[in-house]
């Protein structure tokens, strides 16, 4: 399976476009997709036709029917498909042959990476040395991991830096509860006549710091549940998605993400 990929910087990007070739008839066996728009007949009879992941297609703007140019590679949009994996929905299947033919890319007969599925009761790892020692007098020696082994150790950096990021969520979260206080002393300091004349009307000095507290409270819950909602809205619409060596992580909005 030859993958081309194209991103926006330097090995990793939100944006992200990931081409898979793969011969036809095998994408329906070898994937788990559901055509939501489009047919898989258009697919399987045009060179270069082209199923994209519904989240690809919301990101690009891409309908079926259009025509998709991105770096060297210009392909007929035959199908949308969703699938079970977010991540899934990045990608963007091509015939093999078309692929490999493409101009820049020069591959032909050659694959990035070998798709082998195991038969029930199959020892993974030894399958992996058997393939190994079987390619290595070859002409390039192959690397044969479990998929989830593969994921892991091609996001790994990314999941490192995305763990990072929680802790710099903190640090915000610590810099905004310093300005919502800044504000409430501002505030405070701005209203002493109407505090003045709740003392004079009978409120307790306890009783108007419950109510200035009361109200930053208020303010700072109804500000957080507009910035959580939005942020949800932006990654359910928008279907982000980083990735690097051709290897997606999906934001999917989730009572754990909140």
């Known amino acids: 399976m030859p993958i081309k990929v194209f991103m926006n910087n330097c090995r990793a990007s939100l944006d992200l476009v990931v081409f898979h070739g793969i011969p036809p008839e095998k994408l329906r066996t070898a994937r ?71 101009r820049g890319l020069h591959s032909v007969g050659t694959v990035t990476q070998l798709e082998v599925r195991l038969a029930e009761g199959a020892d993974s790892q030894a399958v992996c040395r058997a393939i190994d020692a079987m390619f290595r007098s070859g002409q390039i020696q192959t690397d044969t991991r479990p998929k989830g082994v593969f994921q892991q150790s091609a996001v790994g950096d990314l999941a490192a830096l995305i763990d990072f990021a929680r802790y710099l969520g903190y640090a915000c979260l610590a810099l905004v509860l310093a300005l919502v206080g800044t504000t409430t002393v501002m505030a405070v300091q701005d209203r002493i006549r109407e505090h003045a004349i709740l003392q004079t009307l009978g409120f307790s000095e306890a009783h108007i710091f419950g109510l200035v507290l009361s109200e930053s409270l208020l303010v700072g819950l109804a500000g957080g549940l507009v910035g959580i909602g939005s942020a949800l809205a932006t990654l359910a619409y928008s279907r982000l998605a980083i990735g690097t060596e051709g290897v997606t992580i999906a934001f999917t909005p989730s009572q754990a993400l909140q």
């Open 32 to 102: 788990d997709l559901t055509l939501v728009s489009g047919d898989w007949g258009e697919f399987e009879k045009r060179r270069d036709a082209a199923v994209v992941g519904h989240a690809l297609a919301r990101r690009r703007g891409l309908s079926v029917g259009q025509r998709f140019s991105i770096g060297e590679v210009t392909v007929v949009i035959a199908g949308i498909f969703t699938a079970d994996s977010a991540a899934e929905e990045s990608f963007l299947y091509t015939h093999l042959e078309f692929l490999q033919r493409t």
